[in-house]
C-alpha cells in the first residue's frame, strides 16, 4: 500500500553533513508519522529520529540531538534527516519508516508499518 524511497546517503569525512531523504508513495493512506531509524553490521537497529506528520512534533534520540535535523514536506510526502557534525558513529544503513496509527514512536521500530529499502551513510575519519 505504501513504498518508501531514500536517497542521499553517501560517504562523508567525519565533521561533515549530509542530507537523507524519503519519499513515501502510495494508494489511499494517512501518515501520523514518519521516522527514521539506523543499522550498523552487527548491530541492532536503533531509533534515530521521528516527526508527527500534521502536528510536526519531533523526536530524537539522545546521540544524535543537537547534530540531526528532522523535517517534512507534507505536500511531497517526503520526510527529510539533515546530519550535521556526523561522526564514524553514525556510520549505518539508514531506514525510514511510517506509521499510520497512533503509537510510540520512539521504540524498536517493530510496529512501524512501512520500511524503505535503506540508503548507507558512510563517516569516515
Known amino acids: 500500500q505504501v513504498q518508501l524511497v531514500e536517497s542521499g546517503g553517501g560517504l562523508v569525512q567525519a565533521g561533515g553533513s549530509l542530507r537523507v531523504s524519503c519519499a513515501a508513495s502510495g494508494r489511499s493512506f494517512s501518515t501520523y508519522a514518519m521516522c527514521w531509524f539506523r543499522q550498523a553490521p552487527g548491530k541492532e537497529r536503533e531509533f534515530v529520529s521521528a516527526?508527527?506528520?500534521?502536528?510536526?512534533?519531533?523526536y530524537y534520540a539522545d546521540s544524535v540531538k543537537g547534530r540531526f535535523t528532522i523535517s517534512r514536506d507534507n505536500a511531497k510526502n517526503t520526510v527529510y534527516l539533515q546530519m550535521n557534525s556526523l561522526r564514524p558513529e553514525d556510520t549505518a544503513v539508514y531506514y525510514c519508516?511510517?506509521?499510520?496509527?497512533?503509537?510510540?514512536?520512539?521504540?524498536?521500530?517493530?510496529?512501524?508499518?512501512?520500511w524503505g529499502q535503506g540508503t548507507q551513510v558512510t563517516v569516515s575519519s
Open positions: 516527526i508527527r506528520w500534521n502536528a510536526g512534533n519531533t
Open positions: 519508516a511510517l506509521t499510520s496509527r497512533m503509537m510510540v514512536l520512539m521504540s524498536n521500530g517493530r510496529d512501524y508499518e512501512y
